[in-house]
């Protein structure tokens, strides 16, 4: 640096010779600064909207896809469940209507037993439909399921005895002729 | 008291980080006749000045958090008023640095005796030099930055600003001895 130079430096406070105008100045500023209310601008990078918009995005099919995935499961259980208890009413069912076809169709036994035989049927029948009522209206009642079953059981334990019935006095008869 | 020339008005500035106007005030009261200066250096134009200044000081509080005393605040502040009177420049497509072949140019002891050590002479003579010349003289020697910071400031490399500098200051001593 030379003597120039140095001059100038040693001597730059003379040219501060201006004065700003505060007051004018100072009230722009300031409306300026008042203008923008304080915000806290989180995703002032476009980087962190796009990160923000991404991370809602997977938020979003996340949620969707549980939700999809829960009704499915839960639709699919019950259908499970629903298949075996169907499963199990046809089997019994068929069973009855089958039993209840041969009793019928014996001609051994007498108009009034079959009469006997048919209106306790019936009786069970009806029970058994306020029984699938019920259980219409609260699947998971175990009473109500136990009950079912037990009234399937007395039926064909009714019509197994009305069956043995049949055999025993057919034996009997039998025995008797070869007695005779 | 604080010994480090960093944290000067430390306090003015905390205070000012927490959205105090009385203390962003209090700051702009000591700055604002120097920036005001530096700008004027710059653009020349009174109305310019002002605006610069104003949006400097605007945008020095809005963004007052991010300043985290590796340099003074004066010399923070003064770096945005300094880089806004650049793009007022370029706004106004007014040329910073002349293109005449200063690529070329060797730089050059200048042999010609300064006819007065007037500083009064000198800063008359600084007013009425082309643009780029006043801007790259008052940015060495009246605000204190080097070439690198220059090259920086300007978008040059450095040795343009040297050779710029020179160039500059031949042209500055012509026209004091001139007047």
Not at chain 2, 125 to 136: A, E, F, V
Request: proline share 2%; aromatic share 10%; glycine share 2%.
């Amino acid at each position: 640096m030379d003597d120039f130079e140095k001059y100038i430096v040693e001597n730059k406070d003379v040219f501060d010779e201006h004065k700003a105008d505060r007051s004018k100045m100072w009230n722009n500023i300031e409306s300026s600064l008042d203008k923008d209310p304080k915000t806290i601008r989180l995703w002032r990078s476009p980087l962190l909207k796009l990160a923000a918009s991404i991370l809602i995005l997977i938020g979003t099919y996340t949620t969707i896809n549980l939700f999809i995935t829960a009704t499915f499961n839960h639709n699919s259980k019950n259908n499970i469940v629903h298949q075996e208890l169907r499963d199990i009413d046809t089997y019994y069912k068929d069973l009855v209507s089958f039993q209840i076809q041969l009793v019928k169709n014996n001609p051994k036994l007498q108009p009034e037993d079959k009469e006997e035989f048919l209106s306790f049927m019936d009786e069970l029948d009806e029970e058994y439909n306020t029984l699938k009522l019920e259980m219409a209206k609260n699947l998971n009642n175990e009473f109500i399921l136990e009950a079912i079953v037990n009234n399937y059981k007395k039926r064909i334990e009714l019509i197994e005895n009305l069956l043995k019935q049949i055999n025993d006095s057919k034996k009997s008869n039998d025995n008797e002729s070869y007695i005779l | 008291m604080e010994t480090n020339i960093l944290y000067t008005h430390k306090d003015l500035v905390e205070k000012s980080k927490s959205g105090n106007r009385n203390s962003q005030y209090q700051l702009y009261e000591l700055y604002v006749d120097a920036m005001y200066n530096i700008s004027m250096r710059m653009l020349g134009i009174k109305e310019d000045a002002e605006d610069v200044v104003q949006e400097s000081f605007i945008e020095a509080f809005k963004n007052i958090k991010s300043f985290r005393y590796e340099s003074t605040f004066g010399s923070w502040l003064k770096r945005i008023v300094i880089n806004k009177s650049i793009n007022h420049l370029k706004l106004k497509k007014i040329p910073i640095t002349p293109l005449d072949q200063h690529e070329y140019h060797i730089s050059e002891e200048v042999n010609d005796p300064v006819v007065s050590n007037d500083i009064n002479k000198i800063k008359d003579g600084i007013k009425i030099l082309p643009n780029g010349y006043r801007q790259i003289i008052s940015l060495y020697l009246i605000e204190g930055y080097d070439h690198i910071e220059i090259a920086e400031i300007l978008g040059i490399t450095t040795s343009t600003s040297k050779s710029q500098y020179h160039r500059a200051k031949k042209k500055l001593i012509e026209i004091v001895n001139t007047l």
